[in-house]
């Protein structure tokens, strides 16, 4: 359905997707979670090795791929130029997905990549599933497959810095993804 819009299982949280080249569905997305628009999508995949096509010559992210993914990160990278910026929110960057989801990599297998985020609205909890989903915002489809399998958000690396950044602590925790990829700056906010 050209403009389509589908609330679907990942393995952290639930995920509010569309085609990512259609400019009319991503913004339908952010208008249904009265996303601001300074906050981007991130392009949910089906495979480490469908990712690896959109890495080129980073070889850093292509490393940090093959160790992570499938599974409960999201890496930033350089936007890739035929992305529109639409999807990344005007930035010169976009977040990249592989969840380690039976459900979830079916309909990414059958449908393609999806530009994404949480299934919830702006200000709210993320949808685990398995609960009162009263809170999500309206999509044409919803794909109900229980509570996900960690309950949690992702773990966010930044890779567009000269050491990587991790942004958000999420299910993998910042010591074994440090094993997993070298050192790791943790992101601090100013209070």
Known sequence: MRGGIVIFPTDTVYGIGCDPFDLDAIARIYGAKSRPAHKPLSLHLSTAAEFLEYVRDQREVASAVRKLLPGPVTIIMRRPAFIDREMSAGLPTLGFRVPDDAV????????????????????????????DAGGLPAADLIVENGPTKYGRESSVIDFTTPQPVLLREGVVPYERLSELVGPLVRYRVAT
Request: glycine letters at 18%.
């Open 104 to 131: 979830c990599s079916a309909i990414l297998d059958r449908c393609g990549p999806l530009a994404a985020t949480s299934a919830n609205l702006s200000g709210e909890q993320p949808y685990f599933g398995g609960g």
